[in-house]
T-cell receptor, first 114, second 114 residues
Framework: DGGITQSPKYLFRKEGQNVTLSCEQN?????MYWYRQDPGQGLRLIYY???????QKGDIAEGYSVSREKKESFPLTVTSAQKNPTAFYLC?????????????FGDGTRLSIL | QKEVEQNSGPLSVPEGAIASLNCTYS??????FFWYRQYSGKSPELIMF????GDKEDGRFTAQLNKASQYVSLLIRDSQPSDSATYLC??????????????FGKGTSLLVTP
């Protein structure tokens, strides 16, 4: 079945540690996105990528990094510079650039600080 | 700032009633609008999208769009306890590099009581 797979489901980060969240899709979508959701809050855009080997900062990119070496994969690294990383992280994808295409989400990764 | 506003709720309706969820948006350039349902602890799931002024029906759901008033709504007929969730409204917006992303509201919590 086509879909978006995020792993792990739960992740714990120690002080000063970088952690990487995986996102893989087999929907053949060009565009991929990372969002952060805090309790009672909407989704805030961290990074997005419209095509392979290209990505752009969203509204809250500080303390995060991404890569897009393959169409199917868009991993997110939460660096030690992100002082408040505890949140629910959601990866999404859509057909490239089309303003009428919805985004589809993975199941999310919950990140907490140890 | 491109904002999407929703009443956080909770909106409580009895089983079998019509639930009405509302959303306003600030970016007049937005041309597509999406409603997502999010159960507690889960990722958002697309329910409906609408691009043109007027009503769009899909089963028990009706989306309404009024671009002049910058207003989107979602009606749920014959509400069921399983409809209890947070409903996120999203407006499609153009990014600075001509990419495309969604601006999300914070969501309205719906509680359907038996």
């Amino acid at each position: 079945d086509g879909g978006i797979t995020q792993s792990p489901k739960y992740l714990f980060r120690k002080e000063g540690q970088n952690v990487t969240l995986s996102c893989e899709q087999n929907l053949n979508h060009d565009a991929m996105y990372w969002y952060r959701q805090d309790p009672g809050q909407g989704l805030r855009l961290i990074y997005y990528s419209q095509i392979v080997n290209d990505f752009q900062k969203g509204d809250i990119a500080e303390g995060y990094s991404v890569s897009r070496e393959k169409k199917e994969s868009f991993p997110l690294t939460v660096t030690s510079a992100q002082k408040n990383p505890t949140a629910f992280y959601l990866c999404a994808s859509s057909d490239r650039g089309s303003r009428n295409q919805p985004q589809h989400f993975g199941d999310g990764t919950r990140l907490s600080i140890l | 700032q491109k904002e999407v506003e929703q009443n956080s709720g909770p909106l409580s309706v009895p089983e079998g009633a019509i639930a009405s969820l509302n959303c306003t948006y600030s970016d007049r350039g937005s041309q597509s609008f999406f409603w997502y349902r999010q159960y507690s602890g889960k990722s958002p799931e697309l329910i409906m999208f609408i691009y043109s002024n007027g009503d769009k029906e899909d089963g028990r759901f009706t989306a309404q769009l009024n671009k002049a008033s910058q207003y989107v709504s979602l009606l749920i007929r014959d509400s069921q306890p399983s409809d209890s969730a947070t409903y996120l409204c999203a407006a499609g917006g153009v990014l600075s590099n001509s990419g495309y992303a969604l601006n999300f509201g914070k969501g309205t919590s719906l509680l359907v009581t038996p």
